[in-house]
């Protein structure tokens, strides 16, 4: 199965509105970066986790290592936050490797 | 903040042909990764290195081989180009610190078609 799980795989918002991204992993992750990637197909450093979480403007990550997951709040959600965002999970068994998961598609409305 | 560039940025190549990916870092990171996107999915290591002259395979080596002849400098070959290894393929670069230890920096990525 998939060591990194995300979800959901896609999401709707209206413009304002807040939601939450979830990352589930079977792997031993020590750390976990979270990605946007934007319609040019860059990738965009959002954060970076040890665990515990992270702030910065209208975003918000979580890490929890004892229970294998991570999340990503989005709050008050603009057209600009469209785009897929990824987890990836470095495993603490392997070395500094990322295990990226699937990505959610997340279309902001106006 | 790393600077990482790809060349090409896009390139368009034969069944069989043999294909050069290069990647270039500015800042003085170790580690350097090569991934591969396909359409839809999220990224898969190819290979990677820690050191110049030195690479590693990562969870999909088949079919790519690396070249790490400096510490500014990654490159991916494909030496029989095939349909299966159309994709966008991104390079990423760390370095351990004691801020954000391996935390990967990715360049612009090339988009590769086979035909």
């Known amino acids: 199965g998939d060591k990194v799980k995300q979800s959901p795989s896609a999401l709707s918002l209206q413009e304002g509105t807040n939601s939450a991204l979830r990352c589930n992993f079977s792997?031993?992750?020590?750390?976990v970066q979270w990605f946007l990637q934007n319609p040019r197909g860059s990738l965009i450093n959002l954060f970076y986790?040890?665990?515990g979480t992270k702030e910065n403007g209208r975003l918000k990550s979580a890490f929890d290592s004892k229970e294998s997951y991570s999340t990503l709040h989005i709050r008050d959600a603009q057209l600009e936050d469209s785009g897929t965002y990824f987890c990836?999970?470095?495993?603490?068994?392997?070395?500094?490797?990322?295990?990226f998961g699937g990505g959610t598609r997340l279309t902001v409305r106006p | 903040e790393a600077a990482v560039t790809q060349s090409p940025r896009s390139k368009v190549a034969v069944t069989g042909g043999k294909v050069t990916l290069s990647c270039h870092q500015t800042?003085?990171?170790?580690?350097m990764y090569w991934y591969r996107q396909d359409t839809g999915h999220g990224l898969r290591l190819i290979h990677y290195?820690?050191?110049?002259?030195?690479?590693e395979k990562g969870d999909i080596p088949d079919g790519y081989k690396a070249s790490r002849p400096s510490q500014e400098n990654f490159s991916l070959i494909l030496e029989l180009a095939s349909l299966s290894q159309t994709a966008v393929y991104f390079c990423?670069?760390?370095?351990?610190?004691?801020?954000?230890?391996?935390?990967?920096?990715f360049g612009p990525g090339t988009r590769l078609t086979v035909l």
């Open positions: 990423a670069s760390s370095t351990p610190d004691w801020v954000s230890s391996y935390e990967q920096y």
């Open positions: 792997i031993a992750a020590t750390t």
């Open positions: 800042n003085n990171h170790d580690y």
């Open positions: 986790l040890v665990p």
């Open positions: 290195s820690y050191v110049a002259d030195s690479t």
């Open positions: 990836a999970a470095e495993d603490g068994n392997a070395g500094a490797k990322l295990t």
